[in-house]
């Protein structure tokens, strides 16, 4: 039967490979599990349309739903603006701005693609009109936005909590840490890359002026950064659960954006209503076909014959979280970050708990490699969002994406992997 897996995971591959939509793309492995695994595709079936009814699946569609508020109705250019007067005016801080800012949406949102939805069309332009290269602007925004993935409450981390059984807030916490060393080592790259750009800088002001500009950005921005205080706060401080504070967060937004921001109008509602409709529709369609792909192999035991394949091999730890760690963004690559999570994390766990990770810091390791695996070609969904929005080709933004990929994610991917405290301080903190 492990030959018939593999060669259901390498027709997945296959059609990946070939830019097949991905609910085919889990059907034609489906397929071949039911021809030649004898798999029974009825009862596979009913089981993952009865896992979606997960009361904690419902905190999807909410947190998508208020980050489309947030960007429609004018909460995230407030909070742009509120940053951008701190380190605004230093060379290279508005760049320090857009990893920041997409830091915060990402504690509202959970999302990336909200990231660069909400900030791209405030930032690249205002960026490029500062003397930033669009290309890099571009790249800087993409790459930032992927923090929304690891930057809590985060949707890779509920799928991954509610497949492996692993508490939501501890897969929250653990991203925490990853998330902030990778916003701060975008920060330092792109003051050290500032150096040789023709900056345009803000003229300074006198004392008074700037504190009169402080108080009204301030003022502005204060129910925006109420947001993300009431559903971190929220659920940290264990008055709601995650699925709770989601609804909580749209529950604020709408009043906030009709009536302090006034851009939540009647068609900007309608239309975060239907792009948030179409992002969750496409979400549950690849958890229904992952998920019964991932645990038919659970079924016939694929798990188990991968970690004594492997451990075959060798037994090395260190040499083992190499090989994941390869796995992992090879296949963050490919598929989106949602299909990875579920795909591989019932395979690896087994493996990682033989050889003495937790799944909590495992959470860490692959949100990490997932969030690098959506700005990494040829998938880098979030990447190619990014191009859109900053109207610039494949050749302006690959090379500074890959610089920032290089210096920001890959040093935090091992860190995350050989330094268990990097993830597990914060969860310990709270006894996970």
């Known amino acids: 039967m492990i030959e018939i897996s593999m060669f259901a995971l390498g027709t997945l591959v296959v059609l990946l490979s070939f830019g097949v939509p991905l609910p085919y793309c889990f059907g034609g492995a489906l397929m071949v599990m039911h021809l030649f ?14 896992q979606l009814a997960n009361p904690v699946l419902l905190c999807i569609p909410l947190f998508v739903f208020a980050g489309a508020i947030m960007s429609e109705s004018g909460i995230a250019s407030s909070l742009l603006k509120f940053v951008n007067f701190f380190v605004g005016r230093i060379r290279g801080g508005l760049g320090v701005v857009a990893s920041v800012s997409c830091a915060i949406i990402g504690a509202i949102s959970g999302s ?3 990231g660069i939805a909400a900030t791209g069309p405030l930032l690249i332009p205002e960026m490029a009109e500062r003397g930033y290269p669009r290309g890099y602007a571009t790249a800087l925004v993409a790459n930032s936005s992927i923090l929304g993935l690891l930057i809590p409450p985060s949707v890779t981390m509920i799928i991954y909590g509610w497949v492996t059984d692993t508490s939501i807030l501890a897969c929250f916490l653990a991203t925490v840490g990853p998330g902030l060393l990778i916003t701060f080592l975008f920060a330092l790259v792109n003051m050290y890359l500032s150096r040789n750009f023709p900056l345009i800088l803000e003229e300074k002001k006198t004392w008074p002026e700037k504190t009169r500009e402080g108080v009204t950005l301030t003022s502005r921005a204060l129910p925006a950064l109420i947001m993300p205080a009431i559903i971190l706060g929220g659920i940290y401080g264990g008055i709601m659960t995650p699925t709770e504070a989601a609804a909580v967060a749209v529950v604020y937004a709408i009043p906030v954006g009709v009536l302090v921001y006034k851009g939540l109008t009647f068609n900007t509602f309608l239309r975060a209503a239907k792009d948030s409709a179409t992002s969750v529709g496409a979400i549950m369609i690849m958890i229904i076909f992952s998920l019964m792909l991932s645990q038919i192999f659970v079924m016939e035991q694929v798990p188990q014959a991968l970690v ?55 959470a860490a390791i692959m949100g990490v490699n997932t969030a690098m695996g959506g700005v990494t070609p040829p998938y880098a969904s979030i990447l ?12 302006e933004v690959f090379k500074p994406a890959m610089t920032l990929i290089i210096f920001g994610y890959v040093p935090v991917v091992f860190l995350t992997s050989f330094w268990p405290e990097l993830s597990l301080f914060l969860p310990s903190l709270l006894g996970y």
């Open 112 to 114: 990336g693609l909200t």
């Open 384 to 395: 190619y969002l990014g191009m859109r929005i900053g109207n610039v080709e494949f050749s």
């Open 37 to 50: 695994g004898g798999a029974t595709m009825r009862g596979t079936m009913l089981w993952g349309f009865s």
């Open 308 to 362: 004594e394949g492997i451990f075959n091999i060798t037994d090395n730890k260190v040499l083992l979280l190499v090989l994941v760690n390869f796995l992992l963004f090879f296949i963050g690559m490919i598929v989106n970050d949602v299909t990875a999570i579920i795909l591989t994390a019932p395979l690896l766990l087994p493996l990682m708990n033989a050889i003495g990770v937790s799944p909590i810091q495992f």
